[in-house]
């Protein structure tokens, strides 16, 4: 995996084959105004791969937003780092950067994580378990007899991808616990919506057990009938949402507004006039408001 200083490599000469994401035009503006006040930072990274006729070709790796930038700045070449790669390597220096991306929502992150997860698995199949023919990474900690310096060979996936990342470990298993929590065809369904935008309303629909009720669930959230995974519970189950629930005090508050509301400036006083005569609540008083 060895790595060669930058160079300006030709933009007609590099290979772009499918991405992981695709490019989006509104990154691409932002990233043109970046470039046309601080010029190009930093290098796009290549790899050398055999062609369709056998020859070598360079193939992108990461910078498909930099190139689109670039080149629409008029630029032929792009500083560029060419870097001896597997597959697997390359694949997980685009997902890492991907990560990265601010502009990542918390079901992409998830499916970055498990894609992620797929090569990690094939680099450490000694630190892997099946279950139901599906890789999981081994839990558990380190034995007490470990250095501390073989905690990141010891402790698993979601350490290591903490850590080579710069984010939290709990920021990764909460990812991993809603994606495999999600079927793929389900999340299939849920991008490019809000639901796809809403981290805590993934994770609660993921944490349904029961995928026939999660289905529905998923399906009233789509709708817009409401944005609250526990609503969309009720609604399914054919109950009223908790937020339509209205307590004795609710209905006594919202038919008090309703009268002051439609009462002339003499009503209004009539009423204040009368509560003063009355017993309050404990810790109720009557004042009087100012500025009208």
Known sequence: MATSAPVDFPISQIVVRRRLRPINPSKVANLRVSMQENGFFGSITLRPVPGEDGSSVTELVAGAHRIAAWSAEGHKTIPSTVRILTDDEAQQIEIDENLLAPDLNPLERAEMLLARHAIWARRNPDRIVVVDGDAKPKRGRPAKTD??????????????????????????????????????????????????????????????????????????????ATKSVGDARAIAAGNAPSSDVQTPVDETLKAFRGLWGKATPAGRAAILHDLAGRKLPEGWSLTEAGGG
């Open 147 to 224: 250095r501390m310096s073989q905690f990141p060979e010891t402790m698993g996936f979601a350490v290591e991808t903490a850590g080579d990342l710069g984010i939290t470990r709990r920021t990764v298993e909460r990812a991993w616990a809603t994606v495999n929590g999600l079927p793929a065809d389900l999340r299939a369904q849920l991008h490019g919506t809000p639901v796809a935008r809403n981290e805590g309303a993934l994770r609660q629909l993921a944490a349904i057990g029961d995928k026939a009720e999660q289905a529905k669930v998923a399906e009233i959230l789509l709708s817009g």
